[in-house]
């Protein structure tokens, strides 16, 4: 899917919000986390995600192509969580606290990446078959 | 004295019905053509056609609702053909997207992650995941590409639905709807033509023809020379041939995929047999590097070549270029086209390594030019004529030359579009081909509660830019689909009855 400005918003909370959460649900309880810190984290995750995605599309102008290829799908994990760890330690999310563990932060945050990019690339698009050519619009 | 009739062949096009845009079911039954009712009628059989059929039996139309009106016995064969005579071979990669899969209309599995698994190659994956930075785009071998759309041809039972026959046009009948005459094959019918009146017609019928270069025309008319002069989309084997038995030069035309090809097929040549073919590359417009009006529309290019991935940039499949082109219109949109067209090549790790190499050794060598003429040499060969930019004559001698150029034709070389632009309403895009909405119905030619929609390369300058490619004909097929469950024909598909038709698909169960 090549995304589109709105579409990489719509498709990041959509997915937050199925895939995100179903790993959030398998996960946490079993790391004995906080099943209601770790979906505060997911709020963040697409809150915060706004923004970043105003950079990527902003970056993507460069292409010539207009695409993200999948890689950067992948790996923009790296900034995104970094970035979100820190404001998680600092206090800064003040409806998160106290803040998870490092390892059980990274652990949800890896996981719910990683299946969420593996959905976006391949199966989001059995059921929902115009997604990829509306720029990853769901509604 | 009056002139002497001939009287018409029974069930043959009378004058009457040639004059009229539109007509009833009486004329037709006077003409004495024998008539047969379909509700969707689908003209061509090639690719278009399939993938439109196939989106509609997977939303839930039966085969007794549908037809395909096509000369060709498989929807890949045109495809194929025009593949193998460009250097594809069923083994070889063409140049598309790993998900973009005409034989299946979600691209899930694609291509890359199914060869991967057949072939146990987890390097298909690594490539997958590094393109198109760390590596080149993977792309299917056309063997794949063919072989899945027989297995999907067969589960969808494509050829329940053919008719074999040329279609000869497409006309508004009174009362809503399309009258389509078509010439079946010789002692198929009683009669010289038969009509297919149907509520929807779809016209997918290709690229209308191939167009020669203006100079290679004119030589290949003048001294009726068809061996030496050749295009890359007729077969040319003899070329390779040719340079198999002796050193020979070959000039190639044109700066897109084909000429790429082409020149692969000359370069492995040259290697594999220890061949001395010199190579003339003339670049109409030579490209030295990164290019476009600002920062946020440059594309890369060099030594001649326009580099880009795919035929289109990749978001007009989806992304942003293809939700800007569609809200624009006219001298806007003619703008648009024209900023990201030109014609352009993959950078293949490959092919930059062997045009290296054949600059380094001296056998290829790229000029950009316009050729004025070319004429036959004393001793057989080819001369071209060629003025740089600079004004510098060049005046190289060949054995042959390879037009690779892949200009196409107006769309009023071919009849039927000829025909629906004289009778049938429909008029020309901003860019001179056949304007659809964006649903793909071909504007101007509404007959009553019918509509008549079309696909593919002559629809090149609407609302949605990458029409001839395998995604763009299923983003069409989709389109059209949509729009047909809008008008009541079938249901719209949504996400329970999409899966469940995936699962089918995964399990090659009927639709």
């Known amino acids: 899917m090549v995304p589109t400005l709105i579409g990489r918003i719509q498709t990041r909370f959509f997915l937050l919000a199925t895939v995100g959460v179903l790993v959030t649900l398998i996960v946490v309880p079993l790391l004995g986390g906080d099943l209601g810190t770790g979906l505060l984290v997911l709020v963040a995750v697409g809150l915060i995600g706004v923004l970043w995605e105003l950079l990527y599309h902003f970056l993507m102008q460069f292409r010539w192509e207009k695409d993200w290829p999948t890689s950067f799908g992948l790996l923009t994990l790296v900034p995104e969580g970094l970035l979100l760890f820190f404001l998680l330690r600092s206090g800064a999310i003040s409806i998160i606290d106290p803040a998870p563990p490092a390892s059980a932060f990274w652990i949800q945050f890896i996981l719910v990446w990683g299946a969420m990019w593996l959905v976006a690339n391949g199966p989001m698009r059995v059921p929902f078959i115009r997604w990829r050519f509306r720029g990853g619009r769901v509604l | 004295m009056a002139t002497p009739q001939t009287p018409p062949t029974p069930g043959d096009l009378t004058p009457e019905l040639l004059a009229a845009p539109q007509w009833s079911d009486q004329m037709v039954a006077a003409a004495g053509i024998p008539m047969y009712d379909i509700p969707f009628l689908t003209i061509g059989g090639g690719i278009g056609s399939f993938v439109t059929l196939d989106y509609l039996r997977i939303y839930g139309v039966p085969t007794s609702q549908m037809r395909v009106v096509s000369n060709i016995d498989h929807p890949w064969q045109t495809y194929e053909f025009l593949t193998r ?21 979600w691209g899930f599995p694609s291509y890359g992650v199914e060869e991967a ?142 000429a790429s090809r082409v020149l692969q097929r000359l370069f492995d040549d040259r290697e594999r047999f220890g061949l001395k073919t010199q190579i003339i590359h003339i670049f109409r417009t030579f490209i030295s590097g990164s290019h476009g009006p600002h920062i946020w529309m440059r594309r890369r290019g060099g030594d001649g070549w326009a580099y880009q991935g795919f035929n289109y940039p990749k978001s007009v499949w989806g992304g942003q270029l293809k939700a800007e082109m569609r809200k624009l219109e006219g001298a806007d949109r003619a703008r648009k086209y024209k900023e990201m067209g ?170």
């Open chain 2, 85 to 105: 005579c460009s250097q594809i071979p069923r083994p070889e990669r063409i140049r598309s997207d790993s998900a973009s899969r005409p034989d299946n209309i």
């Open chain 2, 117 to 258: 698994w057949r072939e146990k190659k987890i390097s298909y994956l690594w490539q997958l995941f590094t393109e198109p930075i760390l590596n080149d785009y993977w792309t299917p071998r056309a063997g794949t590409v063919f072989r899945h759309l027989e297995r999907e041809a067969r589960r969808i039972n494509y050829w329940d639905m053919l008719v074999k026959g040329q279609v000869r046009m497409v006309r508004r009948r009174h009362g809503g709807g399309y009258f389509t005459v078509v010439t079946p094959p010789e002692g198929a019918s009683a009669t010289k033509r038969i009509v297919f009146r149907s509520r929807f017609a779809h016209i997918a019928i290709g690229y209308p023809g191939l167009k020669f270069l203006p100079d290679l025309q004119e030589f290949r008319q003048k001294y009726g020379d068809y061996q030496h002069v050749v295009n890359a989309y007729e077969p040319h084997e003899q070329v390779y041939e040719f340079l198999k038995t002796r050193p020979g030069t070959v000039v190639i035309r044109g700066g897109g995929i084909v």
């Open chain 2, 342 to 511: 030109g014609t352009n090549t993959p950078k293949r790790r490959r092919w930059q390594e062997q045009m290296r190499d054949g600059r380094g050794g001296g056998y290829y060598h790229a000029v950009q030019g316009v050729v004025e003429k070319v004429e036959p040499t004393e001793d057989g060969r080819l001369l071209s004529h060629v003025r740089s930019g600079d004004g510098t004559i060049r005046q190289p001698v060949s054995d042959y030359i390879i037009d690779c150029t892949g200009l196409e034709a107006d769309i009023a070389e071919h009849r039927i579009f000829d025909d629906l632009l004289k009778h049938g309403g429909a008029y020309r895009n901003p860019v001179g081909r056949l304007e659809v909405e964006r649903h793909f119905e071909v504007k101007g030619t509404a007959s009553g509660d019918g509509a008549l929609y079309a696909s593919g390369s002559a629809t090149l300058g609407g609302y949605f830019p990458g029409v001839d490619t395998f995604l763009g004909l299923q983003i069409a097929a989709q389109e059209i689909a949509d729009d047909l469950a809008r008008r009541g024909f079938c249901r719209r598909m949504g996400p329970a009855r999409s899966t469940s038709q995936w699962l089918k698909w995964a399990l090659n169960k009927p639709v």
